[in-house]
């Protein structure tokens, strides 16, 4: 039989705490807590339980990757300005957004974030079209949406944003109402959404970006290529007030509303498809917000009812995992 030494060209290291960046194969003995353990790869993806966050609310937005995120705005249950930022483990406060809001959109990274859209009054509501950019610290005012909406998907980055689909607060209609932003201000494409909605997943880049679910509830997925949308195949689940991550090619679904309920089903897309997985959010929500890619997101905040302040960690098939080793 071969051994350990000779596969990898190395002992197994006894270790007080797991190594810090360990490379797929890698092999370790946590002296702390006697236990032997290695990194592999997930056979099947896994939502784990992440730090809640310090504000519960819905209708909230997100932006970043797993491990860098950031959550802002939403509903508790009065719009809010409240930002957080994920380390991986814990969220901590940032600068509030300059208009508290909720059922708005975000984009980019924890450094460089731009929020737009959203509604400011429950009753009467007053939806708005400001858009605000964050700099790791604090809000700055951006070039305002032309098309003010309420429920608004989007994707992208800071200087190269996508806005589409929404709700109308006159005549309050849903519109497919496209924007693209270049840092500085927003154009309109004057080719929308061929579904129109709002309160949809949305991932992606300005020239590649995905809508999927939305409000009526549907499963009707589309595909932006930097000038129009596509229609593709839909949701396995159709449903409204979801989440989503990822890229046009490699997206992430997840929670939502709809019939016959609240739910937590998370579906993965190829670029053609969407598969279900049999894992579902271990907390069913709507309303919620999410971030990152499809082998490393982030879930958080959302409704279950109540409001929720709970955090989810999704690792993928395919994605390097610690697991700890056992005699069989």
């Known amino acids: 039989m071969a051994e350990y030494i000779n596969i990898r060209g190395q002992n ?57 995120g950031l959550s802002f ?27 508290a809001r909720r059922g708005l959109a975000g984009c980019g990274i924890q450094t460089s974030a731009l929020a737009f859209g959203g509604e400011t009054s429950p009753a009467p509501a007053a939806f708005t079209n ?6 790791g610290s604090t809000w700055t005012s951006g070039g305002n949406l032309n098309t003010t909406r309420y429920g608004v998907g989007g994707c992208g980055t800071q200087t190269a944003g996508l806005a589409f689909g929404g709700f109308l607060q006159l005549p309050y209609v849903s519109t497919g109402a496209t924007e693209e932003y270049n840092g500085a201000t927003w154009a309109s494409n004057p080719t929308g959404l061929n579904t129109l909605r709002y309160l949809m997943g949305g991932c992606g880049t ?28 839909s ?12 890229i046009q090619t490699a997206a992430l679904a997840f929670g939502g509303g709809g019939a016959p309920g609240i739910t937590g089903a998370t579906e993965e897309y ?17 309303n919620l917000a999410g971030c990152g890619i499809q082998t490393s997101a982030l879930a958080f905040g959302g409704e279950i009812p109540p409001n929720s302040n709970s955090t989810e960690e999704w690792t993928g098939a395919g994605a390097p995992t610690t697991v700890t080793i056992t005699a069989s």
């Open 12 to 68: 197994i290291e006894v270790v007080a705490s797991d190594p810090a960046n360990p490379t797929v194969g890698q092999i370790w003995y946590n002296s702390t807590s006697n236990t032997l353990k290695g990194l592999g790869v997930s056979t099947a993806g896994a939502w784990a339980t992440g730090g809640n966050l310090a504000t519960a609310r819905s209708l909230l937005a997100g932006a970043g990757i797993q491990t860098a």
């Open 73 to 99: 705005g939403g509903s508790g249950p009065s719009p809010t300005g409240a930002t957080e930022e994920y380390n991986g483990a814990t969220w901590t406060g940032g600068g509030p957004l300059s208009t």
């Open 130 to 135: 400001a858009t605000e950019e964050y700099n």
């Open 206 to 233: 300005q020239t590649a970006g995905l809508a999927f679910g939305g409000d009526p509830a549907t499963g009707a997925t589309e595909e932006y290529d930097g000038s129009t949308w596509t229609s593709s195949n």
């Open 235 to 246: 949701l396995n689940t159709a449903r409204f007030h979801l989440a989503g991550a990822g």
């Open 270 to 286: 190829d670029g053609n498809s969407w598969t279900t997985s049999p894992v579902s959010l271990s907390t069913a929500r709507e």
